[in-house]
């Protein structure tokens, strides 16, 4: 855990515009998925600033994009996925972006730069968050290079951090 980070709740303003930014985004309703008032607290690292959505950490700011964290399972039954074989796990956990040799099947429609979770054929866990480099047409044909872009997966420093925060 960095060493130096500052935890403080934000501002109904402020949690009605990163809510928008983050629903605008994900393409999701975020009203739907927290039926009652949403409490905002910011924990600003020096790596990225990590949203805790009614105490869980579910959203992340890094270079200026919102991205939903792993460990977000109200939103993983709503979005988009890409399911890849086994063999490919171990370098999406290492942050390699998805090639098209290790995809097995999408799962919902996507967009180019559309952000996708990235699962394993045998459990259907998210081992990962990518960014779609081809709307799903084009990413069905791709034989070959990077289809997604691996942008948090499991054991970052993301990961990390939320994992020993929620141990506190």
Known sequence: ???????????????K???????EKLKVDFNQIFKN???????????????????????FRVEGKIVPTLVFNELFAS?????????????????????????VRFERE????DLVFIVDEKHGKAIAVG???????????VTKGVVMKNIHFV???IWDFIKKLNNI
């Open 155 to 157: 054991g970052d420093k």
């Open 37 to 59: 008032k949403v409490e905002l607290e910011l924990v600003e690292t020096d790596f990225a600033e990590i949203f805790l959505v009614n105490g869980k950490p579910l959203l």
């Open 79 to 103: 979005m988009s996925k890409v399911v890849v074989d086994m063999g490919a796990v171990p370098y999406v956990c290492n942050g390699a972006s998805v090639m098209a040799p290790g995809i």
């Open 17 to 23: 515009s990163i809510l928008s930014e983050a629903s």
């Open 1 to 15: 855990m960095p060493r130096k980070y500052r935890r403080h709740f934000l501002k109904a303003k402020e949690v």
């Open 110 to 113: 996507f967009k180019k730069g």
């Open 131 to 141: 960014e779609a480099v081809y709307d799903i047409a084009a990413a069905d044909k």
